[in-house]
């Protein structure tokens, strides 16, 4: 998401041995769609590395244009939080540019709130872009 297409540089392997990396600590996932065997959008947890951020993870998802707004993120957004209560842990966290009006819908529509705003966060065909800081705490 956050890269332009000619940046990323990466191999298949190096992709497959950051999925093991990934999946090797008890408090990171994957989770993947698919359409007619073809991978249409994904979400990742990426947990705290330390005793003070363990119970949080990092979310960051990604669909496909052509299947957005047909629940594909909601589906995501279901069996992670599902693994995430599973794993305990307490605090969902994630990033969205403001003006990304369908993403702050399903964040909100999933339990999160905007918490802060990271002004000029990113740099969008030269013109500077805004995110919220959401999050959402699991009981």
């Known amino acids: 998401m956050l890269l332009e ?24 996932s994957i989770f993947v769609a698919e359409h007619d065997s073809q991978l249409i959008g994904y979400l990742s947890a990426t947990g705290g590395y330390y005793k003070r951020n363990k119970h949080s993870a990092e979310i960051v998802i990604g669909i496909l244009q052509d299947f957005t707004g047909q629940g594909v993120g909601t589906q995501l957004f279901m ?10 842990l307490h605090r969902l ?8 009006k369908a993403g702050v819908a399903l964040y909100k529509k999933r339990g999160f709130e905007v918490e802060g705003i990271k002004r000029h966060a990113i740099v969008i065909n030269g013109q500077y872009a805004d995110e919220y800081y959401m999050a959402k705490l699991l009981e």
Do not use: G
Request: hydrophobic share 30%.
């Open 5 to 28: 297409p000619d940046e990323r540089t990466i191999s298949v392997e190096q992709q497959r041995k950051h999925v093991e990396q990934v999946l090797s600590r008890e408090n990171q």
């Open 79 to 88: 069996a992670m939080e599902e693994w995430a209560r599973q794993k305990q």
């Open 93 to 100: 966290e994630l990033t969205v540019m403001t003006h990304n």
